[in-house]
């Protein structure tokens, strides 16, 4: 069974600085990755896909990298709009299938 | 403009059904994949149902028999029934469309909707 693991689970930033957050699968998923954002009372929010692409409207500050089994997502200058949970999520035919991390809360420090 | 809007929540006893629906705008639901997801309060998103454009359904472990995913044509329309309901499947549920050309089986969600809160308690 696949199993997406995200770390940190709480990362304290300040704003304009960097985050880099991590997720890693079981197994491979190639580039079957993508990250999204979810604030309080909303819903997820596509940022990247493909590990590496952004989703249109996606600013610039927000990048992702990796295959295989490990991915970062980078967010070069938090924003106040940034602080929010973010999940990784594969999407190869693992089951189950298009399963999430347990998310990464990112708050102000 | 891509709009999804789910219906149908609401509180039911243990061992009830509900059907949630969710109208779609600014595209054709029978065109593309669609997916239903939900978040337990204060936890993360599981996928429950996914119905490929080519027709083939998914559902996770927990709900096979319980659960069916379908679409309305007519109303532009994915729906989800759900019988048997258990306290477990208290959630947030959301419909979403992905980011699939057609027959793909591999794709991320480019849009979700706000979610419906569905409570099963006694």
């Known amino acids: 069974e696949m199993v997406m693991t995200q770390s940190p689970a709480t990362l304290s930033v300040s704003p304009g600085e960097r985050a880099t957050l991590s997720c890693r699968a079981s197994?491979?998923?190639?580039?079957?990755l993508a990250w999204y954002q979810q604030k309080p009372g909303q819903a997820p929010r596509l940022l990247i896909y493909?590990?590496?692409t952004r989703a249109t409207g996606i600013p610039a500050r927000f990048s992702g990298t990796g295959s295989g089994t490990e991915f970062t997502l980078t967010i070069s200058s938090l924003q106040s709009e940034d602080f929010a949970v973010y999940y990784c999520?594969?999407?190869?035919?693992?089951?189950?299938?298009?399963?999430f991390g347990q998310g990464t809360k990112l708050e102000i420090k | 403009e891509v709009q999804l809007v789910e219906t149908g929540g609401g509180l039911i006893q243990p061992g009830g059904s509900l059907r949630l629906s969710c109208a779609a705008s600014?595209?054709?639901?029978?065109?593309?994949?669609m997916s239903w997801f939900r978040q337990a309060p204060g936890k993360g998103l599981e996928c429950v149902s996914v119905?490929?454009?080519?027709?083939?359904?998914y559902y996770t472990d927990s709900v096979k028999g319980r659960i069916t995913i379908s679409r309305d044509n007519s109303k532009n329309t994915l729906n989800l029934q759900m019988n048997s309901l258990r306290p477990e499947d208290t959630a947030v549920y959301y419909c979403?469309?992905?980011?699939?050309?057609?027959?793909?089986?591999?794709?991320?969600?480019?849009?979700w909707g706000q979610g419906t809160l569905v409570t099963v308690s006694s």
């Open positions: 600014g595209f054709t639901v029978s065109s593309n994949s």
């Open positions: 979403a469309r992905g980011l699939a050309a057609p027959g793909m089986m591999v794709f991320p969600f480019d849009h």
């Open positions: 119905l490929y454009s080519g027709d083939d359904t």
């Open positions: 197994q491979s998923v190639s580039i079957n």
């Open positions: 493909d590990a590496s």
């Open positions: 999520q594969q999407y190869n035919i693992w089951p189950p299938r298009f399963t």
